[in-house]
Structures are given as structure tokens and as C-alpha cells.
């Protein structure tokens, strides 16, 4: 702290972002990015966009990023906001959405970020208990309210709510913009962008990072009604005209425009997803139910941190949270066939000696 900090920095407790380990030997399990690399025809048209043309601002309207996204969904271009990733489309939604007098709400348990945005932003929110299957149960969250917002499946859980119960929410809650936070929709659940056509209220932001393995780029975006993207707009407009740079424009576009590539990915994730269910399973873990590129798991005899201290010594890196009911759990990214199996060995092994 220093004092020519603004007052709101003094109290401020910024997100802390998983571990980026500088050394190559870990197995990293820990931040939910793809084990796969993004798509060949992303790279080839990246590495033909670093060429003179960087002397040139980009595109301010990344319009060749949002007609692709546009036609993938089968939505216009004026439905589309893209941004440096999908934490900075939820800031300029908080910025353009949620600086109520009535407080946002979200689940108790949830992406951590998003009480770190509030704070910065100056916006009163509320949390609404999960239930106790871990689940969200939209119908707690406060009818009185600023926005609502959830993760689609939810973080860190996993945990995938039905498309009708978001309906459900979107014609009693027709007042305020309820934002869904789909980061790891791809991975077996399914996109809320259908219902934007029918609720003006609602707003959807994805990210290049999971499904996409884009995670270095920095690519994200949000589909709604064209009035919530203008609103956007003027957001972004009013602090940075250029948040997608030249390179990242094109690299999205070429990867939502590779299909066949994004579906042999997730194919593979969620295969991998299901047999380490099983596995986990069968060392005695509980493992809650999963739509994600990740699982949430506790061993009845065994907390989360001795847990993780005993795999981080192994070099493999998962996450883990000392924060109550979150304690006994392993967060842990899947990865590729083999990083599964060596994760599986190296727990075989540590619950053998305890
Ligand atoms: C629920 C959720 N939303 C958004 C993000 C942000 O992803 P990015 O900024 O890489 O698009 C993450 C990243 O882990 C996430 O877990």
C-alpha cells in the first residue's frame, strides 16, 4: 500500500490468477486451459497478420472476429461484443449493466472474480445459497435485484443448470440484464445464445481460452440483444477504442471459422472427462457432476491441501482453495490422456502412504 493509492485501491483485494510455472516439467492442471494446441489454421493466419500491416491500428469493431461468431450461432454481427478476453467483456458488462442502486446478484459459490469486479466498480451485490447438491437453484436468487449473474456450468463446481430453468429466470426477471457466464459451455452443456432472439435482458459471454486453447491470445465475447452490445460499445469506447489487437482479431476468427477441429478437441476432453471420473471414482473420491474442461473432487479421509502439497511435490499443479466448503476440494483441469494417467498414478501412490 502506498499512499497515493485512490481510497478504493487501499481496500481492494485483487483476484489472485492461478500459477503460470516458468519451468516446462510440471503437469499443469490448474487454470483450466486446453492440453491440445488451438487450431493449425489459427497459428498460419496469426503468423500472416504479424506482417507490416502491425504499423496500422486494428480494426476498432473486430468485425471479422464478430461476423465469424455471428455465423457460427446464426446471430448478426450487432449482437456480437468482442474483447481481450472474457474477464475484460464481463468488466465492460458490469461497467455497462450493473452500477445499480439494488445489488447484483450471484451464487455463493462461484467465479471469484466476479466480487473483485464489484468492488473496483463500485457495485453492491448479494449471494444466493447454491443448494446442496451443489447445483445453482436460480429460483433463490432475489427477485429485487441489479443483474443477475452465474457461470454456465458454474466454477469452481462444474456443475451444468438446464437451459429452461434459465428461461425459467428470464421471464420473472425482466428488469435488469442477466448475464451468463458460459467460459466452459463447449465441454458438454448447452449455449444459452438461442434465447437471446426472445429476451432482451439477457446477455452471454464465451471465451477463446477453454475451448478454443486460446488462452495466450486473449480473446473473448459476449452475444445479446444490439442495444446491450451498444451499450458495450460505448464502454469500451470510453477507456480503450482498441482492446483486440490485429493478431488476435484474425486468430479468432480463423479458429471459430475451424469447426471440424474445435468439435475433434472437445470430443477428446470430454472423453478424457468421463474416464477420469471414473478413475477419481475408484481411488475414493467424490466427484461432482462435470460439463467443464475440469473436475471438482474431495477424498473423504484426505483434505485439499494435503492433497495438492503432495501432488505439487510430484510436479503436478491442480487448485485448490483453503476458503469454507471449498477446503476439501481439488480443482483439477483435464488434460490429455497421459497427464491423466500420471495424475491418477501419483494419487494411487499418495493415498497408498497416508
Ligand atoms: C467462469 C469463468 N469466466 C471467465 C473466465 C475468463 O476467461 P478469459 O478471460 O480467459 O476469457 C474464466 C477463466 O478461468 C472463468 O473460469
Not at 481492494?12 to 516458468?22: C, F, R, S
Not at 468492488?119 to 427477485?143: C, H, M, N, Y
Request: with cysteine; hydrophobic share 45%.
Amino acid at each position: 500500500m502506498n499512499r497515493f493509492w485512490s481510497e478504493g485501491l487501499r481496500t481492494l483485494k485483487p483476484y489472485v490468477p492461478g500459477e503460470q510455472p516458468k519451468e516446462g516439467s510440471v503437469i499443469k492442471l490448474n487454470t483450466n486451459e486446453n492440453p491440445y494446441p488451438p487450431s493449425p489454421r489459427a497459428i498460419a493466419t496469426i503468423k500472416e497478420a504479424a506482417d507490416a500491416g502491425l504499423r496500422l491500428y486494428p480494426d476498432p469493431d473486430a468485425s471479422a472476429m464478430k461476423t465469424a461468431i455471428a455465423r457460427y450461432y446464426g446471430v448478426r454481427a450487432e449482437n456480437v461484443f468482442a474483447g481481450n478476453g472474457s474477464d475484460e467483456v464481463l468488466a465492460v458488462a458490469f461497467l455497462a449493466f450493473f452500477r445499480n442502486k439494488l445489488p447484483l446478484v450471484f451464487p455463493d459459490i462461484t467465479y471469484s472474480f466476479y466480487p473483485v469486479y464489484c468492488e473496483l466498480f463500485g457495485v453492491p451485490f448479494k449471494t444466493f445459497p447454491i443448494a446442496d447438491d451443489w447445483q445453482i437453484d436460480l429460483s433463490r436468487a432475489p427477485a429485487q435485484n441489479g443483474g443477475v449473474l452465474f457461470p454456465n456450468p458454474n466454477a469452481p463446481t462444474g456443475c451444468f443448470t438446464a437451459v429452461a430453468e434459465i428461461d425459467a429466470l428470464l421471464k420473472r426477471n425482466a428488469d435488469t440484464v442477466v448475464l451468463v457466464d458460459e467460459a466452459y459451455v463447449d465441454f458438454g452443456g448447452e449455449s444459452a445464445i438461442p434465447l437471446v432472439s426472445k429476451y432482451p435482458n439477457l446477455l452471454v459471454t464465451q471465451t477463446f481460452s477453454k475451448s478454443r486453447s486460446l488462452a495466450g491470445l486473449r480473446a473473448g465475447f459476449a452475444v445479446g440483444h444490439a442495444e446491450l452490445i451498444t451499450g458495450m460499445e460505448a464502454v469500451k469506447n470510453s477507456f480503450n477504442s482498441y482492446t483486440m489487437d490485429r493478431l488476435a482479431i484474425a486468430g479468432a476468427a480463423a479458429a471459430m471459422d475451424d469447426k471440424e477441429y474445435f468439435e475433434k478437441c472437445r470430443a477428446a476432453i470430454i472423453k478424457t472427462r468421463e474416464a477420469t471420473v471414473v478413475t477419481l471414482q475408484q481411488l475414493g473420491f467424490e466427484v461432482l457432476p462435470s460439463k467443464a474442461n475440469f473436475v471438482f473432487a474431495r477424498h473423504p479421509r484426505h483434505g485439499g491441501q494435503e492433497l495438492y502439497d503432495a501432488l505439487r511435490a510430484k510436479n503436478i499443479l491442480v487448485r485448490y482453495w483453503n476458503k469454507p466448503r471449498l477446503a476439501d476440494f481439488l480443482r483439477i483441469t483435464i488434460g490429455t490422456d497421459e497427464e491423466m494417467a500420471t495424475l491418477a498414478a501419483a494419487l494411487h501412490a499418495i493415498l497408498a502412504h497416508r
